[in-house]
């Protein structure tokens, strides 16, 4: 049959944008076909809804982990709290306490980037991107401290080290490429491992920290990255330089361990 069959479905493309939404383009800088495919990705990238209810979950446990611990128990209080079923915490996470640890961490790692893409990074030098990184990240935490504490002290379980330093070196991978690092060789590994200790040494001296505005942690976290980013002299004191930094796992998983790195004095 020839000429169009009417009633064919015929793909349809995204709806263009109306006029508020192209002024409002336009005034973030926004070329059309930039706006165009920003809808275009949103109409394509549903939310998980596995996603969605662990991100809810967690939201409400994290008050009770900071008193209670992870637990399951903390999970099934915050699926109630949140107006859910005990039923549900166990499906959003069915590996336990430390599955919705390690999620915390990497939203912690996506709110870190969201933020850093807010700055102008390209005016600032490499150390200066990384500490803002750490700082970011942890200052986004601030009223989660005690749960992080307790999750530290969860994940430094041997069952849980590959999940944990896996977490640790996305977290400093994430870090880095914010930074502008794009490198492949010996230096990708040694850059991470040397951020890893840095980042450590400052996350258990930030869980210490009462003085204002933690600034006791940002002059700490300052002097260890002007430390280790003398990278001439770092990558050949690798093994030494990363033996002095402290394991947050390790050293909340016993007592009798205390950090060896003494507070910032004037």
Same mark, same amino acid.
């Given at each position: 049959?020839?000429?169009?069959?009417?009633?064919?479905?015929?793909?349809?493309?995204?709806?263009?944008?109306?006029?508020?939404?192209?002024?409002?383009?336009?005034?973030?800088?926004?070329?059309?076909?930039e706006?165009?495919?920003?809808?275009?990705?949103?109409e394509?990238?549903?939310?998980?809804?596995?996603?969605? @209810?662990?991100?809810?979950?967690?939201?409400?446990?994290?008050?009770?982990?900071?008193?209670?611990?992870?637990?399951r128990?903390?999970?099934?209080?915050?699926?109630?709290?949140?107006?859910?079923?005990?039923?549900?915490?166990? @499906?959003?996470?069915?590996?336990?306490?430390?599955e919705?640890?390690?999620?915390?961490?990497?939203?912690?790692?996506?709110?870190?980037?969201?933020?850093?893409?807010?700055?102008?990074?390209?005016?600032?030098?490499?150390?200066?991107k990384?500490?803002?990184?750490?700082?970011?990240?942890?200052?986004?935490?601030?009223a989660?401290?005690?749960?992080?504490r307790?999750? @530290?002290?969860?994940?430094?379980?041997?069952?849980?080290?590959?999940?944990?330093?896996?977490?640790?070196?996305?977290?400093?991978?994430t870090?880095?490429? @914010?930074?502008?690092?794009?490198s492949?060789?010996?230096?990708?590994?040694?850059?991470?491992?040397?951020?890893?200790?840095?980042?450590?040494?400052?996350?258990?001296?930030w869980?210490?920290d009462?003085?204002?505005?933690?600034?006791?942690?940002?002059?700490?976290?300052?002097?260890?990255?002007?430390?280790?980013?003398?990278?001439?002299?770092?990558?050949?004191?690798?093994?030494?330089?990363?033996?002095?930094?402290?394991?947050?796992?390790?050293?909340f998983?016993?007592?009798?361990?205390?950090?060896?790195?003494?507070?910032?004095?004037?």
């Amino acid at each position: 049959m020839n000429g169009t069959d009417t009633n064919d479905p015929t793909p349809e493309k995204p709806e263009a944008a109306g006029e508020p939404e192209r002024e409002a383009a336009a005034e973030a800088g926004m070329s059309d076909e930039e706006l165009e495919a920003g809808l275009a990705a949103d109409e394509e990238a549903p939310e998980d809804p596995h996603l969605v @209810l662990q991100q809810t979950i967690l939201e409400a446990a994290l008050p009770h982990a900071a008193f209670d611990g992870w637990t399951r128990e903390t999970l099934v209080q915050g699926a109630l709290d949140a107006g859910l079923s005990e039923a549900d915490a166990d @499906l959003a996470f069915p590996r336990g306490p430390a599955e919705a640890v390690l999620l915390h961490a990497a939203l912690a790692d996506d709110e870190m980037a969201e933020e850093m893409s807010t700055l102008d990074l390209e005016t600032m030098r490499t150390r200066d991107k990384i500490a803002i990184a750490i700082r970011v990240r942890l200052e986004s935490q601030i009223a989660n401290r005690e749960a992080i504490r307790k999750g @530290l002290r969860l994940l430094a379980d041997p069952r849980h080290a590959p999940e944990a330093a896996k977490s640790l070196a996305t977290t400093m991978d994430t870090v880095w490429r @914010l930074a502008g690092d794009q490198s492949t060789d010996f230096n990708y590994y040694s850059k991470r491992g040397l951020l890893a200790g840095v980042y450590s040494a400052t996350l258990v001296y930030w869980l210490q920290d009462n003085s204002e505005d933690q600034a006791k942690t940002w002059e700490f976290l300052t002097k260890r990255i002007s430390e280790v980013l003398r990278f001439g002299q770092a990558t050949a004191g690798l093994g030494k330089i990363a033996d002095r930094l402290p394991n947050p796992f390790r050293l909340f998983g016993s007592g009798r361990r205390r950090w060896r790195e003494g507070p910032v004095h004037h």
